[in-house]
């Protein structure tokens, strides 16, 4: 399978603990996206790569997210302190510089107790 | 089974049936449009996209028409399956940046 892979699929974490996400996206594709999406809503941006430099972070995202792709293949999404409000799904998408459209994962999914 | 117009955040049709979703968009310098499909449990899967240069797109059994005087865009499903059943998003995008994705709409295909 040659799609965007993210790992885990589900987590169940305890309030205040920390988080992270793999996502491995398809390979010749230099563009790395996180969205967020609650039920009901659409997926919204959190931030995005293109190659190893982070171009972009939303508004919204709290000083306890923090995202990384060192080597401009595979990211990590690092929660820390996680809320309750920060149940979710995690989405990753992966797309070619110039053409927007995004080949997303199937998400990890996490639940904050 | 159609709904023209209005972006609503479900619809129901019949099988077979054509399906009109519909959905508003915010920014006027955004130059390019995706409907994506989502699908319990899955992520976004692409659908058609469109340029702002251009007021429809056709593709098997789907058209996507945008109309960029009042920043709407539809996306028709032509003989409506019940693989079609999913939640439909559209998103735009300004530049080379970032997508922003609209209020999905629930459709729901009744056999």
């Known amino acids: 399978d040659t799609g965007v892979s993210q790992d885990p699929r589900h987590k169940i974490t305890k309030r205040g603990q920390n988080v992270t996400f793999r996502c491995d996206p398809i390979s010749e594709h230099n563009r790395l996206y996180w969205y967020r999406q609650t039920l009901g809503q659409g997926p919204e941006f959190l931030t995005y790569?293109?190659?190893?430099?982070?171009?972009?972070k939303s508004r919204l995202l709290s000083d306890r997210f923090s995202a990384e792709r060192p080597k401009g293949s595979f990211s990590t999404l690092e929660i820390q302190r996680t809320e309750q409000g920060d149940s979710a799904m995690y989405l990753c998408?992966?797309?070619?510089?110039?053409?927007?459209?995004?080949?997303f994962g199937s998400g990890t999914q996490l639940s904050v107790l | 089974g159609e709904s023209v117009g209005l972006h609503l955040p479900t619809l129901s049709v019949q099988e077979g049936d054509n399906s009109i979703i519909n959905c508003a968009y915010s920014n006027s310098a955004s130059d390019y449009f995706i409907w994506y499909k989502q699908e319990s449990g899955k992520g976004p899967q692409f659908i058609i996209d469109i340029r702002s240069n251009m007021d429809k797109r056709q593709g098997q059994r789907v058209t996507v028409l945008l109309n960029k005087t009042v920043k709407h865009l539809s996306l028709q499903i032509a003989a409506t399956q019940p693989g079609d059943s999913a939640v439909y998003f559209c998103?735009?995008?300004f530049g080379a940046g970032k997508s922003t994705f609209g209020d999905g709409t629930t459709l729901t295909v009744k056999p």
């Open positions: 998408a992966s797309s070619i510089q110039g053409w927007e459209k995004l080949f």
């Open positions: 790569f293109q190659n190893e430099a982070q171009l972009e």
């Open positions: 998103a735009e995008t």
